[in-house]
């Protein structure tokens, strides 16, 4: 998982980084209340770890900001020396997911993390998810709308499926050359521009269809759901066959 971290203790980041990165996921760290709030808004992370006492602003303050600016519901733990019962029930009434008091064991940290990421990540067991009138069969690898199989391609579907499982969320180029291409560094991102622009066309995302894939100037792309003309009007539901 793309992990931020919000921790002013230089020693402490360092060594909560080296642990989130042991076991397999990337961590970036920031000092200050306003840099992981701007990093948080314009970058694509799965999960925020986030202390309360940091120099330029409580770590309420800077929840309250992600779940008001954010359009998605990013997991937050909070891990922090604060420990009393009014403090714990203060962070999960402004947003938090879980809170851990400092210092932490490891492995809790890890599994609480990794158990958090289960219960707020996509499902990737079911095989059959619907979303409107798109319905994507993950073992076949199709893709139908109004029940006709698209014609795509191996990464028109992998792209497809990840935008959908993150409908809502901001989705940064460099995030989708990672999780859909396993690139990392070097890369043209024009490569997922050709693919966003193709793939609007293939899926017929439109208001007729209810989704459409929003261009955010110097960020990314953003799978929004709309409100249909046609008799698949409702939100998007994901069921399983």
Not at 197 to 219: A, M
Request: charged share 25%.
């Amino acid at each position: 998982m793309r992990i931020a971290l919000l921790e002013d203790e230089h020693e402490q980041a360092q060594h909560i980084q080296s642990v989130l990165s042991e076991r397999g996921h990337h961590c970036d760290s920031f000092p200050s209340g306003q840099s992981f709030l701007s990093a948080v808004l314009h970058r694509s992370y799965d999960l925020l770890v986030m202390d309360w006492q940091i120099p330029d602003m409580t770590g309420i303050e800077v929840l309250e900001s992600v779940r008001a600016q954010l359009n998605w519901q990013i997991p937050v733990v909070f891990l922090t020396q604060r420990d009393s019962e009014a403090d714990i029930v203060r962070a999960l009434d402004a947003g938090a997911d879980d809170y851990l008091a400092k210092p932490a064991r490891e492995a809790e940290l890890v599994a609480r993390i990794n158990a958090l990421a289960r219960r707020t990540g996509p499902d990737t067991e079911k095989e059959v998810l619907r979303y409107g009138p798109f319905e994507i069969n993950t073992q076949l690898r199709t893709i139908s709308l109004h029940g006709e199989v698209l014609t795509l391609t191996d990464k028109d579907f992998d792209l497809t499926l990840f935008l959908f499982q993150n409908q809502g969320r901001l989705l940064t180029r460099e995030m989708l050359l990672e999780r859909v291409w396993g690139l990392t560094k070097d890369i043209n991102t024009r490569t997922v521009d050709t693919h966003m622009s193709r793939l609007r066309r293939r899926l017929g995302l439109n208001p007729e269809n209810g989704f459409r894939i929003k261009t955010i100037y110097q960020r990314g792309y953003r799978l929004e759901a709309m409100k249909a003309s046609g008799p698949d009007a409702n939100a998007p539901v994901m069921e399983q066959a």
